[in-house]
């Protein structure tokens, strides 16, 4: 009996171990994500004249996808006059964290001038009319002025400090060559390789010449020893060099080796093996 109450004890304590480790990782994931994920608005030094409102806004894009689009500032003075206010400007869709410099039009003056601003709220909210997603900003009327007046960096300058105008390039796709020595279905045989080495295509090369062949038929080319051949990466075991070649290359299930003391003798066969990869991992160097 005193056994049993011991291990649900144990187990209570356990369980309740695990309730508060869970609760306190959660609550240290939200304090994360409000410190560093959330969305940031930097208010920036315009580098033009007039009514110009210059803002940086850097969001996880890829958390919260939105096409944004609009800029709009509120005012809220409900001891002043007026007592409410707002100004709103479109500009160019930006998928990604931006900085700009928008042309608000007269009322964004009129609105910094509004009588009992040091009392009022100000809000700036960016926001995608498309997608209907808005990130508002709020703050005291003085913080606002004063964050205005006391910016120092421009977009420019924001932009290359988050590296903004990075453009992502990606690795172009692997171009596989057209390999004209790839024959159409032979009867009897499937899709074969057009080459001197196939005894399927044996007569058509008849006047070849060279021992193991040439890729097509021409004058005689003198063979060749090999001082080294290897596999790179990227081998998509088509079994084509070991058709070809198969005392050096071997397909095994995931890429090709070289076998253990290949022949290197025959140059122009381990030639047509690189030639009929068709993702050209093939690689040799000539013996001088």
Known sequence: MSTSIIAMGVAGFVVINLVIGLGLLS????????LFGKPKLTLLRSTKSGNIFAFGFRWNSAKEPAAIDTIRIRLFNPFGSPTQSEVMKPFEVKKNSFGIEVDMGPGFIELLGAKGFDNAIVQVEVSSTKDGVAFQFDMR?????????AADETVQGFSAKYKLDVKKTSKPPIDIPIRSFIADTVPGHGP????????????EFAGAGATGGAAAAGPAVENFAVLKV????????CNACEDIYKEVFEVLADTCIIRPGAPLHDGLKIQESAEACPVEVIKYTKAS
């Open 192 to 203: 074969s390789l057009k080459l001197a080495t196939n005894p399927v295509f044996a007569g």
């Open 230 to 237: 290897w596999i790179e990466p990227g081998c998509i075991v």
């Open 27 to 34: 609550l240290g994931l939200g304090a994360f994500e409000t």
């Open 141 to 149: 009327g003085p913080k606002f002025k004063k964050l205005v007046a």
